[in-house]
């Protein structure tokens, strides 16, 4: 019943244990939860391509969707909210979020840098961290994700970055300010 093909599925997960299906298409983002006929959009995209994950910041857990093209937008269980900038990182440029060491890290799109926000954050002024000399291939990143080193969550976890050329960065530590680059 969709007028558009869905693109991804979200879970966005209550406090309480309750979850809400979402489904993107390049309309919006749909409550996929029940069964029966397509209901409206409950938040309006031009790009259902979306990547999100979730985070709990003491105050509240937030789904966080980016796709390159609109603004970032987060739902807190209740409420959709679009956020246009982080500082002087505009969010229509991540195209990929990940949540490592209670931080979000985005891919800023078409490029070999990442942007992060403080810890438990979802505001605020991002930080760019360019990772170009890194990658000896060039490219652009296309992918964030965890990588435990010993089986477990833990302090034994890494960030990886992948780019377009095959290669992957692997970083631990809590603060990018001061973490280190494991292998590439």
Known sequence: GYAKPVKRLHTYSAANGG???FATTDDGFFNASAEGSVGATVHALTNGATIATQINTGAASYLISVNGVDDLVNFNGTTWTSVATFGTIDT????????????????????????????????????????????RKGGYLVALGVWTFDGGSGPDDGLALITSKGEIAVYAGNDPANWSLKGV
Not at 121 to 129: D, Q, V
């Open 19 to 21: 979850e809400t299906l």
């Open 92 to 135: 229509d440029t991540l195209n990929y979020v990940e949540l490592y060491r209670q931080r979000l890290f985005f891919i800023i799109k078409n490029s070999l840098s990442i942007a992060y926000l403080p810890p438990n954050s979802i505001t605020g002024s991002a930080t760019e961290y360019p990772l170009g000399a890194v990658f």
